[in-house]
């Protein structure tokens, strides 16, 4: 049995547990625990060590998908979990700009660890307070061959598109184009 | 879609980065600690500035710059109280009072003036209305972005900030493609031309502050405003190594397997996340 895997990465409250949650066809196993800060307190608990999904690709290929924790004191556990990816997808919260700094902290550190492909999902897009994705691009200051996708972690084809968006990627940079 | 926030999270900095990049027009409003200042921007280049609701008329900005004397300021306040400002900005020229040159380059200090006020605010909701103009009858100018955002960023002294927007030295610059954008047209400092001059994706960060003898918070403050204006990005250095062992960077399916097994291995996987 071969084992492949992706990392979703964020920070906090983004979305990562929900979006690994739409496609795992087992119960995402979580290891959430309540939150203690009263600044974080967004939600009643967050992923301390990771999210673990699965898709089973066929009888001999299995798709893992790891959520990294997104709270800064356990970014110890990233380095580990981009160990081995296919590639990686950061999520960010379109409706939390104050979060966007550290989307992008979050994303120059993977692309130290590991020089594989990924794609920005700007999640909530659903939300009335979502900004706009030209405005984020700049935001983040991705550049235009960056792919920064429209997302609701909550919808499966939302969460199919972002996972094809990003294979698409792997697949253009086997062929030696950009991801 | 909106665009609105806290300056405790989103400085005025990439705020008007933002503006620039995208080339926005309309107002953005800063809930102050007095009063709200608003500031309209068409097509990314800053036109027009007021504090409050009320602003400082024409011949207010005009007294305020020394090209008015007292008497002629209140000679015109009480015979050219009706006026819009380009109706008064007219008869000013006119009347050989002032020329064009004079109340451009002092609406545009004004204006300055107030964004720059903006740098110090670390804390305050904002929000961009596109398409809104600036009152009418205003006489408005047109003042690039990107000299702004240096300035201000010089003035950037929070270290843990800096930290965060340029987390590693290990990476290097790049020039960014943006037709139209000329750095020769920008007021850079010395110590900022000599880090340009380095800018090339074989050198990381950390080679241009010691070749330039910066220290870290040094390099880390220029290169933070040549991010903001744009004109740079933040790329791995040419040939350099992964901070990851090759065991644990490349999945071991690459290792074991040839080009075309991988490709069939990630058509599958395509397959499959389709069928879901």
Known sequence: ?179 | MALKGNLRDFTITQLLNLINLAQKTGVLTVDGPVDPVYVFFREGKLAYAQVGRNSNGLVTILHKANKLTAHQYKVIKERGGHLSDKELGLLLINANYITQQEIISSLQAHFVGIVNQLFSWVEGIFKFDSDVKPPQGKIVVRVGLENLIIDGTRRLHEWEQLQDEIPSLDMALKFTDRPGANIRDINLSVEEWRVVSYINPKNSIRQIARANKLNEMEIRRIVYGLLQAGFVQIVRPDGAAPRVSQRTQIPATRTTVDQEEQKSLIFRIIDRIRAL
């Open chain 1, 1 to 179: 049995m071969q084992t492949v895997k992706m990392v979703v990465t964020g920070p906090f409250n983004a979305g990562k547990t929900e979006f690994i949650r739409s496609v795992s066809e087992i119960d995402v196993v979580s290891t959430e625990r309540k939150i203690s800060a009263e600044t974080e307190r967004i939600k009643d608990t967050t992923t301390v060590a990771m999210d673990f999904g699965r898709i089973t690709v066929d009888n001999d290929l299995v798709l893992y998908l790891f959520g990294t924790p997104g709270q800064k004191r356990f970014d110890f556990m990233w380095e580990i979990l981009s160990e081995g990816m296919l590639g990686f997808i950061v999520m960010v919260d379109s409706t939390r700009p104050e979060t966007f700094r550290e989307a992008r902290s979050i994303l120059e550190t993977f692309r130290a660890y590991a020089p594989t492909p990924y794609v920005v999902a700007a999640n909530k897009q659903d939300c009335q307070d979502a900004w706009a994705i030209e405005d984020m691009r700049i935001a983040l200051r991705l550049d235009s061959h960056v792919k920064l996708l429209n997302c609701v972690a909550l919808e499966k084809e939302s969460v199919k598109n972002v996972l094809l968006e990003l294979l698409y990627s792997i697949l253009d940079e086997m062929d030696g184009g950009k991801s």
